[in-house]
């Protein structure tokens, strides 16, 4: 399993942090993973609440669904999800009030299918191209959280 994990802060209330974060259906406007957001079952501040989308994944399209498991309002999100070949993905998001804006914390562990190929294969390609992603999708969503107007679902 590779874990990789994110830090950042962000000038803008926890509560408006949490909200932009959890509205799925937004993601594709700054996550540069996603390409579409399809189902959502539920409120994503709920446990149970399953979403269904399409990422990008070293460019090519790959479907699955994701489950949340865990939500502390507007401290923390988890979820699992399963793609093709049963790739595993955990996804955490940890929210924490400082001053008046919000810490960050991104953390992602995913396992790949096929074996010692795939360890290989994520090690040279999948990994880096991942962090790329968090990091880039990370200063979209910072640009769209801090901006002065409000955001708008």
């Not at 974060?21 to 957001?37: C, G, H, L, M, Q």
């Not at 049963?86 to 400082?98: F, I, K």
């Amino acid at each position: 399993m590779t874990h990789l994990r994110l830090t950042e802060h962000f000038e803008a209330p926890i509560d408006r942090v949490f909200e932009l974060a959890t509205d799925f259906k937004r993601y594709p406007e700054w996550n540069v993973s996603y390409r579409e957001i399809g189902e959502i079952t539920g409120p994503i501040d709920q446990v149970g609440t399953k979403v269904f989308a399409t990422l990008n994944v070293l460019g090519r399209p790959m479907e699955g669904w994701s489950e949340v498991v865990e939500v502390d309002r507007p401290r923390h999100l988890k979820m699992v999800g399963v793609g093709p070949q049963d790739s595993r993905l955990t996804l955490v998001y940890r929210w924490a009030p400082a001053g008046e804006g919000t810490d960050f914390e991104s953390q992602i562990d995913y396992d790949l299918p096929a074996g010692i190929l795939g360890a290989v294969a994520d090690r040279l390609f999948v990994e880096g191209a991942i962090q790329r992603a968090m990091r880039h999708s990370i200063e979209n969503f910072k640009a769209l959280v801090e901006a002065k107007t409000p955001v708008m679902a």
